[in-house]
């Protein structure tokens, strides 16, 4: 199955209920048969994406400050003592990441694609020796991008926050 990257809506009156749960997973989950939530699921391309953009995998550490790192794999942790990855993005940020993603040309990230960096970086998933399929993943990247940047304008256009769950 693999680590799987989900990216959820919560408004900030549901946000103090979400991190006071008892039972994180169980309340986002609650939280997302909610009417208007928007959600987005990347699958297993968030640190290929990751790695794309900012030349190194999240796995391994992230570049602090960087709303490119950040409309990945959050801004700030819930737990860190938890076994699972659940961060979140506040309002401010979401925004600021929408504007930023506005402005990209992805296709400038393709450019310069080369499988060979992936696999010596040990990027997730662990795809990179199917040079054949070269041209669908960098299809699975555009459109997971793609895909995210709908995602966060909805979510700035609304006020919200954005929970980022990585498993």
């Known amino acids: 199955m693999g680590m799987l990257a989900a990216y959820q809506e919560i408004k900030k009156e549901d946000f ?8 994180f997973f169980e309340t986002l989950e609650d939280l997302e048969e909610k009417d208007g939530t928007e959600l987005c699921n990347i699958d297993k391309m968030w640190d290929a994406l990751h790695f794309l953009i900012n030349g190194l995998s999240a796995i391994y550490g992230a570049p602090e400050d960087n709303i490119l790192s950040e409309f990945i794999i959050g801004s700030e942790s819930f737990d860190e003592e938890a076994e699972e990855f659940a961060r979140y993005i506040p309002t401010e940020k979401v925004v600021e990441i929408a504007k930023k993603l506005n402005e990209i040309n992805f296709q400038d990230y393709l450019k310069d694609f080369d499988m060979n960096k992936f696999a010596e970086n040990g990027i997730y998933p662990d795809i990179w020796d199917y040079t054949d399929e070269r041209e669908e993943i960098m299809d699975e990247l555009s ?25």
């Open 16 to 23: 103090k209920i979400l991190s006071e749960s008892d039972d």
């Open 143 to 167: 459109i997971s991008f793609e895909n995210l940047r709908k995602f966060y304008n909805k979510v700035a256009e609304n006020k919200n926050i954005v929970v980022v769950t990585i498993c």
